[in-house]
């Protein structure tokens, strides 16, 4: 095996570009566990601990660039305000230990269907962009492209996650996520919720109940629909219980999920109606400043 | 590959590292540092905590060649020229340790905890420790000794 060491964006793609079965490696979370149970021997490692700008994260005010290789308890501590659904779901990764080395681009790389980055990123809205880099170029991936199947990217073998594109905040987000304890879970199935304001829209992400994370589009599209038609953008007010009942019937119905040892495919269903009513209780009390009403 | 980093304030090397190895074993197998234990292997018991570059990592997640040139702190390297720290000497104390086996990693948790927040609230403890599994106290006596922790060290730094 080789450990690959590069200092540089350059030096990483052109790297990757000689070897393409290097496995990248940042905070090791999910690459160091296959290699320590022997179910992965990739022919190279290739670290990008040492690319500075991978840990970096900009923000014009409009748009954040996070860097692949940004921690978890990074974008807890310094990016609540702008990315608050990531936020959230970045604070319900591992422990602290593993929040501290954990990234949003080995999220990303790996592609599971449980990644707890997943839901937000989908939610955050149509902007979310992966920059996927390589020597031949840089392509900007939307979101709703990159996942192709469990485990499975729209990252070609040159390619590295570099940085993902991320809308500014500019209405509530919302995160939630069923598992056996607080820590340390990998979730029997998330749901993340943002409200768009500026373009009306709503957008969601649901986790670990399909093949890949993927939206609740009739979701999204029913209820920004009943956003607009009573008016609600503008004058906020109570929303209809039928309304919530019926966004969370919606989501649950987005979702393909399977039996497996954290849950069966009728609890994940089940889960994802209540957690949908939920974050739109918690969204809406936070777009309304109105107190939340029960939506158990 | 040869690995070269600073363990405990010491250049440290090891030789014929294999490349997909981890830094707990580095430190285990290679530099007779056994104090950090090598339990679930995929960062679940937190019983290899060890910090790197000053935070707090799971030591069997970090590859070895990630350590090069940089600082690592391990459970050893917690006690001073007086003695154990505070937090190792109320771990003592409170009968926080049972077999021990997760105590090093605890150990250097709440050490972290402690140098971040001087007086958290027990919700704070309970969330800094979550990735650190005991099978044998029920965690009563850990919060007991991390309670007992911060307030000497409080104490410590009223009178100094």
Not at chain 1, 49 to 61: F, H, K, L, T
Not at chain 1, 158 to 183: C, I, M, W, Y
Not at chain 1, 229 to 257: K, Y
Not at chain 2, 93 to 98: L, R
Request: net charge negative; hydrophobic share 40%.
């Amino acid at each position: 095996m080789e450990f690959l060491r590069p200092e540089t964006w350059d030096e990483a793609l052109a790297l990757k570009a000689e070897h393409p079965d290097a496995v990248p490696v940042a905070g090791g979370t999910d690459v160091m566990v296959e290699l320590n149970f022997d179910r992965r021997r990739p022919p190279a490692l290739l670290d990008l601990n040492r690319v500075a700008e991978a840990a970096r994260w900009e923000s014009d005010g409009a748009v954040v660039r996070l860097g692949a290789a940004v921690p978890y308890a990074r974008i807890v501590s310094e990016l609540g305000r702008e990315l608050p659904g990531l936020a959230l779901a970045a604070r319900t990764v591992g422990s602290p230990q593993i929040r501290n080395r954990g990234t949003v681009g080995g999220n990303l790389g790996s592609a599971s269907p449980a990644g707890d980055a997943h839901p937000p990123l989908l939610a955050a809205g149509r902007g979310v962009r992966v920059e996927a880099a390589s020597v031949r170029g840089t392509r900007m991936v939307p979101v709703d492209d990159f996942y192709l199947g469990p485990k499975r990217s729209a990252l070609e073998p040159d390619e590295l996650v570099r940085a993902v594109h991320v809308p500014v905040a500019g209405g509530p987000q919302q995160f939630s996520k069923v598992g056996t304890r607080n820590a340390m879970v990998i979730s029997v199935c998330s749901f993340a919720l943002a409200l768009h304001p500026a373009d009306r829209t709503v957008g969601t992400g649901i986790g670990s109940a399909a093949p890949t994370p993927r939206r609740a589009a009739e979701a999204e599209a029913f209820l920004a629909g009943e956003l607009a038609e009573r008016g609600l953008w503008e004058r906020g007010g109570e929303l209809d219980e039928a309304v919530v009942r019926r966004f969370g019937e919606l989501a649950a119905a987005a979702a393909s999920p399977i039996d497996d040892v954290r849950g069966s495919a009728d609890y994940r269903r089940h889960a994802l109606a209540v957690m949908a009513r939920r974050t739109l209780g918690w969204c809406w009390a936070g777009y309304t400043g109105l107190p939340e009403r029960s939506a158990a | 590959m040869r690995v070269v980093f600073t363990a405990n304030g010491r250049r440290v090397e090891a030789d014929d590292v294999w490349e997909g190895e981890s830094l707990l074993y580095v430190l285990r197998e290679r530099l007779g540092l056994p104090g950090s234990k090598n339990a679930c292997e995929q960062g679940e018991c937190g019983s290899c905590t060890v910090y790197l570059d000053g935070e707090p990592v799971c030591a069997c997640l970090v590859a070895a060649g990630q350590a090069e040139g940089r600082e690592v702190r391990t459970v050893e390297g917690l006690a001073g020229e007086d003695g154990l720290d505070p937090v190792q000497q109320a771990f003592l104390d409170a009968g926080a340790v049972q077999c021990g086996f997760c105590t090093p990693g605890l150990l250097v948790q709440t050490h972290a905890l402690l140098e971040r927040d001087p007086r958290p609230a027990d919700a704070d403890i309970r969330e800094a420790l979550s990735g650190n599994l005991c099978r044998c106290t029920g965690y009563e006596k850990i919060m007991d000794a991390v309670r007992l922790a911060a307030a000497r060290r409080a104490g410590e730094g009223a009178q100094g």
